[in-house]
């Protein structure tokens, strides 16, 4: 087993375990500048988007970015999927949040209540 191979087997047992694994360098730089791209370029004209001068945020990503959605779901990334995942997957939502340093307040304890499902069996 390679190097690239245990460390997807790694994330693999982490994400069976904890429920989530970080991986790092999914994207290429390409990739990242064409994301990037899109979003700078949105349209930012309903309440999904919030911008001030030192906060930049999007609710319901793919839906109000559209074009990331060709971007992200390559062959690889679903590849990548099946490898960590043995069940079949779907992206329930996706969140966009930069803010600066300078930009930090305070977040007192929550709890999300919600979990995004396509349907209940």
């Known amino acids: 087993m390679n190097v690239h191979q245990q460390k997807l087997e790694q994330a693999r047992i ?5 429920g989530f694994t970080i991986l790092t360098n999914v994207f290429d730089n390409d990739i990242l500048q064409l994301f990037a791209h899109a979003i700078e370029h949105a349209s930012a004209t309903n309440a999904s988007f919030r911008r001030t001068n030192d906060l930049f945020a999007i609710r319901n ?22 490898t960590l995942i043995d ?16 930009s930090n307040w305070v977040v007192p304890y929550h709890q999300d209540l919600q979990i995004s499902v396509d349907h209940r069996e």
């Open 14 to 18: 982490e994400l069976a375990e904890n």
């Open 61 to 82: 990503l793919l839906q109000e970015v559209p074009t990331l959605s060709p971007l992200l779901w390559q062959a690889y990334f679903n590849k990548l999927l099946n």
């Open 87 to 102: 069940y079949g997957t779907d992206c329930v939502k996706g969140i966009y949040f930069d803010k600066s340093a300078q």
